[in-house]
């Protein structure tokens, strides 16, 4: 027994280091001791280790956010405590599906599509097209708990909820001290940096919904993981309290937010929002790598944007009476059942209205993100999707003129594929030129061109595109008539 | 003999350059246009900022269009272009909007307004601020995205020494003192006295470049600002105030545009009780 317990231990000490959370999480002192929040196995299981996900759903001032639940371990050890605006109500706490943050991961995900190219000596040409998606990201939820008692500390227990597999408490307090110390005296080990992150939280008029597992409940249940807890309160207020998660963490925290909104994008406001890079064309060889890769290319991204930017990884109009709701489809598109799921109350089944999804991806240091992150949303429902382009070439027999063209454009083209693989994810290039050189014994004349010929169009439409010259005549013209006309026409003034 | 007809003839260019780069460093506008137009170039290629030129060029467009054909009906001067374009760049780099006829719209209304509310043949709104309200109030498919600065020390520098030397020029550094000490005394006393925060915190909210770009460029419009020192000063501190109350207990977080176009109006009342010299831009 004493031996588990010290496994428990070594365990759990570990999951401290790997902290994340916009949450903080405090565990019953009683034997072993637990900040776990939203918790993502280690490398191998998942891509980025340090990742929470988060669902918002935000229309005028409701608020819905949905908290994915990934504890690893004994459910006695898991507690959470997450700042609220309002004391939430019974009806505004529910327990979520978890399958809905595998589906809209899987839906919004990062993806690799596949593109073939056709060969230019056969006659009939072929667009074959076929999509590869990874899905990058898998959850694994798992179970927690803690226990409580309750005294008087300047701490009021202004609700008292069981709710699925869940006890939980909404606290107010007056002033960090007595929070802290009635959470001590209740068991809870804090850490010693949270009463400096409390304290603002508390004067700010903030409450605590604080949270462990029943045991009883669970049981009865038998689930190996624990459900995603989801609240629901109206406040102007839109944001996601991450400094308090960072009062013990160590290292950059990922965390990944998808939203539903009525009208448009979410963006953070006292942060940049910017697009991942996307649309690029990457080698072949890429492809049992992605994971990898775009672990790699966020990791760049991070970096160059100077540690301290949100990114947007997919945007998109999923409104049931909007027809394309990604290019290509990864996993499968939110439906109705999922917007309900995930606090969506403003469609009918046949839906009218319009319901905008967007997700974003932030990792976060204590040094870099100094304040909490707020929110707007806004009017803006332009799509984007972070697409990765792999191009296969052609084949059969090229040795016809135009095969021959074809083929020293591969190799060109190639050369500008390793050239964005680096560029986008740093990597050496170790199969550069093996790559690029991989039909060189194909091509019979390295000097002679036959330019008259066609090459197959082997670049892909990018989205966007600028408008042409005669755009910018056309507002030469206008001004330039304006100026005319004022210098013409002009009253003279006294 | 030739060699120094050469010469002089030479000289006599540079001095013409020279002298057109005197007469230019005359008009504070044109180093308005030039900072305005360098925040672009590194908001799109540095920031990453979703921004297309041809939006850009909507606005422009559309900013001294409107402003010439008013100047061809109720009169004023040609030169008047350059207050436009100044317009024009404030607006590409805070209005979004989906429509491309929002951004006509924002822009028309911005420069329309000021030749319709006047007092005194001066405007009362800030043009490209009540542009940008307008359209937002209006159509609900504008918005500002107070975070595409992010916070940075090289920027505070850059905005920071571009605008002082725009401000010295036209004598409204004080407004943009005035408004930042307000704002950086409420929010120490609510974000570390009251709430505790650190500093970074606060440092934070300061070194936002959106917040710094209209401290310095946008609130020292020297025709809307109060002539009088110490009504510019009563001014810009009400703007401080109410841009605080705003952000702090409203979540408004684009709160000094909104506090900008409600505070304005009162410039008239400034004007006509505390006198100053009307500005004059050359």
């Not at chain 1, 500390?153 to 869940?166: H, M, R, S």
């Not at chain 1, 989205?463 to 013409?488: P, Q």
């Not at chain 2, 009906?73 to 272009?81: A, D, E, I, T, V």
Request: net charge neutral; aromatic share 14%.
């Amino acid at each position: 027994m004493g031996l588990n317990i010290n496994k428990l231990k070594i365990e759990i000490m570990n999951r401290i280091i790997w902290l994340f959370s916009l949450l903080i999480m405090f565990s019953v002192g009683q034997k072993a001791i637990a900040f776990c929040g939203f918790y993502v196995a280690k490398a191998g299981a998942t891509l980025f280790n340090n990742r929470s996900e988060v669902i918002l759903v935000r229309d005028g001032e409701r608020t819905v956010i949905t908290m994915s639940n990934d504890f690893k371990g004994n459910v006695k050890d898991f507690a959470m405590v997450v700042p609220v605006p309002v004391v939430l109500q019974e009806n505004q706490i529910r327990i979520a599906n978890r399958n809905l943050f595998a589906k809209l991961d899987e839906y919004s995900g990062p993806r690799l599509v596949e593109y073939y190219d056709s060969n230019p000596c056969m006659p009939v040409f072929e667009y074959d097209m076929e999509e590869v998606s990874k899905s990058l990201f898998s959850n694994i939820p798992m179970a927690m708990n803690a226990d409580m008692g309750s005294m008087e500390l300047g701490v009021t227990i202004e609700a008292q909820y069981q709710i699925g597999e869940y006890d939980i408490l909404i606290l107010s307090a007056k002033e960090s001290e007595g929070l802290k110390t009635w959470l001590i005296g209740n068991g809870y080990n804090i850490p010693a940096t949270a009463n400096e992150v409390l304290d603002p939280y508390i004067k700010s008029n903030m409450k605590f919904f604080v949270v462990k597992v029943n045991l009883e409940k669970s049981l009865e249940a038998g689930f190996d993981y624990l459900s995603p807890i989801q609240i629901e309160f109206n406040h102007d207020r839109f944001m996601l309290p991450i400094r308090l998660g960072m009062a013990n963490a160590n290292g950059a925290q990922d965390m990944v937010v998808y939203a539903f909104t009525r009208s448009g994008r979410i963006e953070t406001t006292n942060y940049r929002t910017v697009k991942i890079p996307t649309d690029r064309n990457i080698p072949l060889f890429v492809e049992p790598r992605f994971g990898p890769f775009y672990k790699a290319l966020f990791d760049k991204a991070y970096e160059s944007e100077g540690k301290n930017a949100v990114f947007l990884e997919y945007a998109w109009n999923v409104s049931p009476s909007w027809g394309v709701k990604c290019d290509p489809c990864v996993g499968n598109p939110p439906i109705f059942n999922d917007f309900t799921e995930a606090g969506v109350n403003w469609i009918d089944q046949w839906g009218g209205s319009t319901v905008f999804f967007t997700r974003l991806h932030v990792r976060y240091t204590r040094d870099k993100f100094p304040q909490d992150l707020f929110f707007q949303v806004t009017p803006n429902q332009e799509n984007f999707q972070g697409r990765y382009i792999l191009s296969n070439p052609a084949e059969g027999d090229l040795s016809c003129d135009a095969g021959q063209n074809y083929l020293k454009d591969l190799e060109m083209k190639r050369k500008r594929e390793i050239d964005e693989l680096v560029s986008l994810t740093g990597w050496e290039d170790r199969y550069g030129s093996n790559y690029v050189l991989q039909y060189s014994n194909q091509i019979k004349n390295r000097e002679k061109r036959n330019e008259l010929l066609p090459v197959v169009n082997i670049d892909l439409p990018r989205g966007g595109g600028g408008l042409g010259i005669w755009i910018w005549l056309l507002f030469a013209g206008l001004i330039t008539s304006a100026f005319y006309i004022a210098k013409r026409f002009r009253p003279v003034l006294a | 003999m030739e060699h120094t007809i050469q010469l002089k003839g030479k000289e006599r260019t540079d001095l013409t350059i020279l002298s057109l780069i005197k007469s230019g460093l005359k008009d504070a506008r044109h180093f308005q246009i030039l900072y305005l137009g360098l925040f672009i170039i590194y908001g799109i290629s540095f920031l990453r900022w979703d921004l297309a030129p041809w939006r850009i060029g909507l606005i422009i467009t559309t900013v001294l269009v409107t402003q010439m054909l008013f100047v061809a009906w109720k009169g004023g001067s040609l030169s008047s272009w350059k207050s436009a374009l100044i317009t024009g760049l404030g607006l590409s780099i805070l209005m979004r909007a989906n429509e491309p006829m929002t951004l006509v719209l924002g822009a028309f209304l911005a420069i329309a307004i000021k030749f319709v509310i006047t007092h005194q043949g001066k405007h009362i709104f800030n043009p490209a601020n009540f542009g940008i309200v307008a359209v937002m109030l209006i159509t609900g498919d504008a918005w500002v995205s107070p975070g595409q600065w992010g916070s940075s020390v090289v920027l505070v520098y850059f905005i920071g020494a571009a605008a002082l030397m725009v401000l010295l020029k036209v004598g409204r550094i004080d407004t943009s003192l005035m408004f930042i000490a307000t704002v950086f005394f409420l929010e120490y006393l609510r974000t570390i006295v009251y709430l505790g925060w650190d500093w970074d915190v606060l440092f934070h909210k300061f070194s936002s470049g959106s917040f710094l770009l209209f401290s310095f460029f946008m609130i020292t419009d020297p025709v809307t600002t109060p002539k009088n020192f110490w009504a510019r000063m009563i001014w810009a501190c009400a703007i401080g105030v109410l841009s605080f109350i705003l952000s702090q207990w409203f979540f408004i977080h684009t709160a000094p545009i909104y506090a900008l176009v409600i505070i304005s109006p009162l410039t008239v009342l400034f004007n006509h009780f505390m006198k100053g010299k009307t500005f004059q831009w050359v």
